[in-house]
């Protein structure tokens, strides 16, 4: 009897499978048969498009807190392929005013996935997105979008150092720290903004939804938020930095200002500079035409990749050579008639009258010449050498701001396997005050001086602020060469007829040297035969003398003397910041 009933109840539960299989079936062939062309229909009519959210760029701010760039939308407009009717093209090239060959090209020459978007204009206006936006339901497909672009606050000050966005070149999405970055992308292109680009720059998110045919949003199918990039404070004073590249007018120079003590930039300028929000559009013909054709080349950082001979600021390193080697003491006497004569040639002072009998303090202060080949002559140019390449000329400083020239200091060595010639004295003596194949950066100058200013100290230059400090090299000297030496470059600039006093202030105590760099040998009267023949002019200080806070230096293309042309753009820089430091640490 058991087995009768459970037999009864396995052959109820199979019809009820059986009954469910069956509904199964029906209900396929309903959805495939009977309505397959219509739900066909309804599927290709629903799309997935995926919207880029382009991730805020960090902002980039100065030492003190002041914004220097600020984020900007970026509009294009574009097509998702596979939604675009190409029977539209022609109205589609009156609406945003492209062609339509142009078009067609874009259309065709890339790989069109279904979901990707295909730029057709980019930069546009806030009217232009408004006329598009009002017709956009006439054009399935046609969407804007927007990216996160740049706008630099303080246009050309500055921009050597701060740099520029551009679009990701093809040659860059090659490279493996740029793999994961969508096509188009704004991405650093020049100096900070480069150097710092994977800080900055974020992370993009998405959106996944979907759309019916005429691309209206039916549903937010997936959201991942875009992060944005960490801010950045370099080391820069951006008064200083302001009231340094407006000191310079029209001229062109560089300035390199750091604190002494770190190695922190806080002033970087080339002049002439150039706006970079013209690049962040893209920028056009003309405007590109006049930048590399401008004879005065704005696109050349001169602090780093421009070396000139350093005239007699690089007396300082043939001072301490002197003084170390025991060659010379603080009392030695050397009478200046003007110049002296060596064979057939003559080597003349820049006073012509001469400076009479002088000691280390008023040759320094008075920059003598004659004082100077004697101090080069009895240390010889091999001595020389070993201390200019210890205060590191002669080489790259390092910093991490792109291409950067190494300048030169010669010796017996270097001329021998350069020149296949033998060291002569004649070269000893212009070599001693900074002449003839000796040559140096601006930025590497800066550094020499910031060294003297901390007492033997050689920092790496570093770009961010409160950056950990990188010891290049401890140079080791007496007390009394740096007593001695501190004290003569204090008199340069306050001491009656020394030669930077257009650097005199009454902030604070600057010291500094002035420098005349010879650009070709003149002939009488060839002084007035234009500005590509006139002397380059230099200047490096410190300041405060006592505990200096700041140390720079300046270098004018043909502006004559140094301490006519250097010596007051320094003072004005100098001033700003310590009136600038002075304030904040009173509040």
Same mark, same amino acid.
């Given at each position: 009897?058991r087995n009768?009933e459970?037999? #009864? #109840?396995?052959?109820?539960?199979?019809?009820i499978?059986?009954?469910?299989?069956a509904?199964?079936i029906i209900?396929?062939?309903?959805?495939?048969?009977?309505?397959g062309?219509?739900?066909?229909?309804?599927?290709?009519?629903?799309?997935?498009?995926?919207?880029?959210?382009?991730?805020?760029?960090?902002?980039?701010?100065?030492?003190?807190?002041?914004?220097?760039?600020?984020n900007?939308?970026?509009?294009?407009?574009?097509?998702i392929p596979?939604?675009?009717?190409?029977?539209n093209?022609e109205?589609?090239s009156?609406l945003i005013?492209?062609s339509?060959?142009e078009?067609?090209?874009?259309?065709k020459? #890339?790989e069109?996935s279904?979901?990707?978007?295909?730029k057709l204009?980019?930069?546009?206006?806030?009217?232009?997105v408004a006329?598009?936006?009002?017709?956009?339901?006439?054009?399935p497909?046609?969407?804007?979008?927007?990216e996160?672009?740049?706008?630099?606050?303080?246009?050309?000050?500055?921009?050597h150092?701060?740099?520029?966005l551009g679009?990701?070149?093809?040659?860059?999405?090659?490279?493996?720290?740029f #793999?994961?970055?969508?096509?188009?992308?704004?991405?650093?292109?020049?100096g900070?903004?480069?150097?710092?680009d994977?800080?900055l720059?974020?992370?993009?998110?998405k959106r996944?939804?979907?759309?019916?045919?005429?691309?209206?949003?039916?549903?937010?199918?997936?959201?991942?938020? $875009?992060v944005?990039?960490?801010?950045?404070s370099?080391?820069?004073d951006?008064?200083l930095?302001?009231e340094?590249?407006?000191?310079?007018g029209?001229?062109?120079?560089a300035?390199?200002a750091?604190?002494?003590?770190?190695?922190?930039?806080l002033g970087?300028?080339s002049?002439?500079?150039?706006d970079?929000n013209l690049?962040?559009?893209?920028?056009d013909?003309?405007?590109?035409?006049?930048?590399?054709?401008?004879?005065k080349?704005p696109?050349i950082?001169?602090?780093?990749?421009s070396?000139? $001979?350093p005239?007699?600021?690089?007396?300082?390193?043939?001072?301490?050579?002197?003084?170390?080697?025991g060659?010379?003491?603080?009392d030695?006497?050397?009478n200046?008639?003007?110049?002296?004569?060596?064979?057939?040639?003559?080597?003349?002072?820049?006073q012509?009258?001469g400076?009479g009998?002088?000691s280390?303090?008023?040759?320094?202060?008075?920059?003598?010449?004659?004082?100077?080949?004697?101090v080069?002559?009895?240390?010889?140019?091999?001595k020389?050498y070993?201390?200019?390449?210890?205060?590191?000329?002669?080489s790259?400083?390092?910093?991490e701001?792109?291409i950067?020239r190494?300048g030169?200091?010669p010796?017996?060595e270097?001329?021998l396997?350069e020149?296949?010639?033998?060291?002569?004295?004649g070269?000893?003596?212009?070599?001693?005050?900074?002449?003839?194949y000796?040559?140096?950066t601006p930025?590497?100058?800066?550094s020499l001086?910031?060294?003297?200013a901390?007492e033997?100290n050689?920092y790496k230059?570093?770009l961010?602020?409160?950056?950990?400090?990188?010891?290049?090299?401890?140079?080791?000297l007496?007390?009394?060469?740096?007593k001695?030496l501190?004290?003569?470059l204090?008199?340069?600039?306050?001491?009656?007829?020394g030669t930077?006093?257009?650097?005199?202030?009454?902030i604070?105590?600057?010291?500094?040297?002035?420098?005349?760099a010879?650009v070709?040998?003149?002939?009488?009267?060839?002084?007035y035969a234009g500005?590509a023949f006139?002397?380059?002019?230099?200047?490096?200080a410190?300041?405060?003398?006592?505990r200096?806070?700041?140390?720079?230096?300046?270098?004018?293309?043909?502006?004559?003397?140094?301490?006519?042309?250097?010596?007051p753009?320094?003072?004005?820089?100098i001033?700003?910041?310590l009136?600038?430091?002075?304030?904040?640490?009173?509040?």
């Amino acid at each position: 009897m058991r087995n009768e009933e459970d037999f #009864k #109840k396995i052959i109820k539960i199979g019809y009820i499978v059986i009954a469910a299989f069956a509904l199964i079936i029906i209900r396929l062939w309903q959805l495939q048969v009977l309505q397959g062309d219509e739900y066909l229909k309804l599927s290709e009519a629903n799309r997935l498009r995926i919207i880029n959210i382009h991730a805020p760029r960090g902002i980039i701010f100065d030492r003190n807190g002041i914004p220097l760039v600020r984020n900007t939308p970026f509009f294009s407009v574009s097509v998702i392929p596979n939604e675009f009717h190409s029977c539209n093209i022609e109205s589609l090239s009156k609406l945003i005013k492209v062609s339509s060959e142009e078009i067609q090209k874009k259309l065709k020459a #890339k790989e069109i996935s279904p979901f990707t978007s295909v730029k057709l204009k980019e930069g546009l206006s806030f009217q232009e997105v408004a006329f598009i936006e009002a017709r956009r339901s006439d054009f399935p497909g046609l969407i804007i979008e927007i990216e996160i672009s740049r706008e630099y606050l303080y246009a050309d000050i500055g921009s050597h150092l701060i740099g520029y966005l551009g679009k990701i070149s093809s040659e860059q999405t090659r490279e493996p720290s740029f #793999k994961n970055i969508p096509p188009d992308s704004f991405i650093g292109q020049w100096g900070i903004e480069k150097l710092y680009d994977e800080t900055l720059r974020g992370k993009n998110g998405k959106r996944v939804i979907e759309i019916d045919a005429l691309g209206n949003e039916i549903r937010l199918l997936q959201e991942i938020p $875009p992060v944005k990039g960490k801010d950045i404070s370099i080391s820069i004073d951006i008064n200083l930095q302001k009231e340094a590249e407006q000191a310079f007018g029209n001229r062109a120079g560089a300035l390199v200002a750091i604190l002494p003590n770190t190695g922190e930039i806080l002033g970087l300028v080339s002049k002439p500079s150039f706006d970079p929000n013209l690049f962040v559009k893209g920028i056009d013909y003309n405007n590109w035409l006049t930048l590399i054709k401008d004879k005065k080349k704005p696109l050349i950082n001169r602090a780093l990749q421009s070396q000139y $001979p350093p005239g007699s600021t690089f007396k300082i390193i043939t001072a301490i050579a002197g003084l170390e080697e025991g060659v010379i003491t603080p009392d030695t006497k050397i009478n200046c008639k003007g110049g002296i004569q060596y064979g057939k040639w003559r080597f003349g002072c820049w006073q012509k009258r001469g400076h009479g009998v002088v000691s280390f303090h008023r040759a320094l202060v008075e920059s003598c010449d004659v004082y100077f080949y004697e101090v080069g002559q009895r240390l010889g140019i091999d001595k020389i050498y070993k201390y200019a390449i210890s205060f590191g000329l002669g080489s790259k400083t390092g910093i991490e701001l792109g291409i950067e020239r190494e300048g030169l200091i010669p010796n017996t060595e270097w001329k021998l396997k350069e020149k296949n010639l033998p060291w002569f004295l004649g070269e000893t003596f212009i070599s001693a005050i900074g002449q003839g194949y000796v040559a140096a950066t601006p930025i590497q100058m800066a550094s020499l001086i910031g060294s003297v200013a901390n007492e033997g100290n050689l920092y790496k230059p570093i770009l961010l602020k409160d950056a950990k400090p990188i010891l290049l090299r401890k140079i080791t000297l007496k007390p009394e060469t740096i007593k001695t030496l501190k004290r003569a470059l204090m008199g340069v600039v306050n001491d009656n007829g020394g030669t930077g006093w257009a650097a005199r202030s009454q902030i604070a105590n600057i010291s500094g040297k002035t420098g005349t760099a010879q650009v070709v040998a003149m002939r009488r009267g060839m002084r007035y035969a234009g500005e590509a023949f006139r002397d380059h002019a230099w200047f490096v200080a410190y300041a405060p003398d006592e505990r200096p806070e700041i140390a720079l230096a300046v270098l004018v293309e043909h502006g004559g003397h140094g301490g006519g042309a250097a010596a007051p753009i320094a003072k004005r820089a100098i001033e700003v910041y310590l009136k600038e430091k002075n304030n904040l640490n009173k509040n």
